[in-house]
Each structure stands twice: as structure tokens, then as C-alpha cells.
T-cell receptor
Framework: QQPVQSPQAVILREGEDAVINCSSS?????VHWYRQKHGEAPVFLMI?????EQKGHEKISASFNEKKQQSSLYLTASQLSYSGTYFC??????????FGKGTKLTVNP | DAGVIQSPRHEVTEMGQEVTLRCKPI?????LFWYRQTMMRGLELLIY????????DSGMPEDRFSAKMPNASFSTLKIQPSEPRDSAVYFC????????????FGPGTRLTVL
């Protein structure tokens, strides 16, 4: 039931782009995205709802394909501060989030 | 607002001892979640409450784990007796009920069971 995230890890140079994917085996109502820096708690990035509504950071964009039960997070013109582990958390209608194992993003100068 | 408050931040105990982790939610948030994070298993939901009522405890690993929310401003997660495999970071997160609302995580409690 845990969603599958890909890639597991990615290394970028500052200014490069990245896409992180999240795929679920269950029907989804919404998808949450969070970022966790080493030694810190996860921090909210985005919520995408069935029907197209979104809420979150201005500098980060994401998509949600309800039929394919997939979501993607797009990080453009990456900055050093983007480094961390990204988690997707699909929701199936209750408030319960089941997080993926995460994608570790490293942005180098 | 002070954010989600967890205590203690670090706990080192010996196998067999009782451990109690505490969480104070953000004022007004009526959903509260307990997570456990390890390298092997990632970020797992243990239990969540809505309006102080446990809604889903399917993630609680075994009877040694119990959680309570006696009022809207306090929750505890208890492990009795503790075992070395319980070593992990335990996060409490709270949310204003509703699918369009994000979860706010506390700083976590790093538990080490020797």
C-alpha cells in the first residue's frame, strides 16, 4: 500500500531541473508532498486534490493524474536549499497519509 | 504560534523500561498523527486521532504500544516494555481537519533503546 517513488536519489547542479514521481496502487483523493532536511522534521510543500485544486509553494509545481493514480513534483532551476528527502503522501479519502520511502535530492554548487 | 511541541527531544533507555512520548498540538488543530521513522521502514503512521478520538490505529506495531489523547491540547505515545527495535525518531503531526489542509510536524523525539 506504500506508494512507489522514483527516482530513489538524484544529484543535481544548482540551476538544473528535476522531476520526482509518485505512484499509488489505490484510488486517490489527493496527494501531499513534503520535504525533510537531515535531522529535521518533514515540512509541507504541496497538496493536490482530485479535480485540479492545488495548494502550496509558489516556486514548486506538481501534477496529479487521478486516473493513473500518479503525481509528479517538478523542481526547476534548483537551488542549494532544495536539497533534502522528498516524500509523497497519497490520501484515499480519509486524512490518513501513507508516505513513500522518499527521494533524496542533492543539489551541488 | 509555537508550532507542534514534542517532549522529550531525545530519550535513551534500557530494554524493558516504559517510555512515554508527549505531544502538544497547534491550538485549533483537531487531527493529530503519530509517526515513526527509521531508515529501513521510512515514515510510518502509527495512529491518528480526530477530535481526541482514535480513528485509525492499524499502524500500531503491537500491544506494547498505546496512545491517548485525553484532551485537545495533549497526546501521549507509550511503549511498555521497550525493545531495541523500537529505536527510531517519533514524530507528532497535527492538522486542521479537511482534505485541503497540510500536516504540521513537531521536531520529533529520537528514541534509543539499549
Amino acid at each position: 500500500q506504500q506508494p512507489v517513488q522514483s527516482p530513489q536519489a538524484v544529484i543535481l547542479r544548482e540551476g538544473e531541473d528535476a522531476v520526482i514521481n509518485c505512484s499509488s496502487s489505490k484510488a486517490l483523493y489527493s496527494v501531499h508532498w513534503y520535504r525533510q532536511k537531515h535531522g529535521e522534521a518533514p515540512v509541507f510543500l504541496m497538496i493536490l486534490l482530485k479535480g485540479g485544486e492545488q495548494k502550496g509553494h509558489e516556486k514548486i509545481s506538481a501534477s496529479f493524474n487521478e486516473k493513473k493514480q500518479q503525481s509528479s513534483l517538478y523542481l526547476t532551476a534548483s537551488q542549494l536549499s532544495y536539497s533534502g528527502t522528498y516524500f509523497c503522501g497519497p490520501q484515499g479519502g480519509s486524512e490518513k497519509l501513507v508516505f513513500g520511502k522518499g527521494t533524496k535530492l542533492t543539489v551541488n554548487p | 504560534d509555537a508550532g507542534v511541541i514534542q517532549s522529550p527531544r531525545h530519550e535513551v533507555t534500557e530494554m524493558g523500561q516504559e517510555v512515554t512520548l508527549r505531544c502538544k498540538p497547534i491550538s485549533g488543530h483537531n487531527s493529530l498523527f503519530w509517526y515513526r521513522q527509521t531508515m529501513m521502514r521510512g515514515l510510518e503512521l502509527l495512529i491518528y486521532f480526530n477530535n481526541n478520538v482514535p480513528i485509525d490505529d492499524s499502524g500500531m506495531p503491537e500491544d506494547r504500544f498505546s496512545a491517548k489523547m485525553p484532551n485537545a491540547s495533549f497526546s501521549t505515545l507509550k511503549i511498555q516494555p521497550s525493545e531495541p527495535r523500537d529505536s527510531a525518531v517519533y514524530f507528532c503531526a497535527t492538522q486542521l481537519s479537511g482534505a485541503y489542509n497540510e500536516q504540521f510536524f513537531g521536531p520529533g523525539t529520537r528514541l534509543t533503546v539499549l
